[in-house]
């Protein structure tokens, strides 16, 4: 597509529900990341994919989090058993090259609240 | 450890005025690379501008400059004539050149609001 693609935009869980977050990046992009917003704060890296290979993960916050991307486009993040403070916006980005210290493109993110 | 300082939360102009967004970073990397990203309302953060740690030159597109200060650690901002689209939220962000490349650390953003 011409943007990056994030499903669902807005996600409502109960405490406790297991969540899955897709992004779609643009077409032929090495690079993908996941970002997580909370209200009012700027947006810390939770992981990074080039191409299928989870090369960084050091910002998921728990072993709830888990990321995959298994042919190098489409990638799912999923939270087990969510909790209050996993509502935030999560943003996808993605760019064109591997190790791009560049623009990245970002998606509108998926909106999640934790009842 | 990285860190990004924006000390202006909220700033209210009105529509023609010039405005500034501050932003001072701290980094141990001697090469670093500093951005700046604007996020309207619709949530998806806009790409505005790239700098290099080795590169001070300031740089003006249109109605945006940026003043890069590498004694002071400051990376501003400046919009001149603010129109009421460029009413968002601006996040400058900076990123260290091994590792993971384009893991951004955001400041917390700066909400202009532009009014006519």
């Known amino acids: 597509g011409a943007g990056v693609s994030q499903s669902p935009r807005y996600k409502v869980a109960k405490r406790g529900q297991d969540v899955a977050l897709r992004c779609d990046p643009i077409s032929g992009h090495v690079s993908l990341f996941w970002y997580q917003q909370a209200l009012g704060q700027g947006p810390e890296f939770l992981t990074y994919?080039?191409?299928?290979?989870?090369?960084?993960k050091s910002g998921l916050p728990s072993d709830r989090f888990f990321a995959e991307r298994p042919e190098g486009s489409v990638s799912t993040l999923k939270i087990q058993r969510t909790q209050q403070e996993d509502s935030a916006v999560y943003l996808c980005a993605s760019s064109f090259l591997a190790g791009y210290t560049g623009e990245l493109f970002f998606g509108e993110g998926s909106r999640l609240t934790v009842l | 450890a990285q860190k990004v300082t924006q000390a202006q939360t909220e700033i209210s102009v009105v529509e023609k005025e010039d405005v500034t967004l501050d932003c001072v970073y701290e980094?141990?990397?001697?090469?670093?690379?500093l951005f700046w990203y604007k996020q309207p309302p619709s949530g998806e953060l806009v790409f505005l501008i790239r700098r290099n740690s080795f590169d001070e030159q300031n740089e003006i597109s249109g109605r945006y400059s940026w003043n890069f200060q590498k004694s002071t650690s400051s990376f501003n901002f400046t919009i001149t004539a603010s129109q009421v689209v460029d009413s968002a939220v601006y996040f400058c962000a900076l990123s260290e050149a091994g590792g993971t490349a384009s893991k951004l650390t955001f400041g917390t953003g700066t909400r202009l609001q532009v009014t006519l």
């Open positions: 980094t141990r990397d001697t090469t670093y690379y």
């Open positions: 994919f080039q191409n299928e290979a989870q090369l960084d």
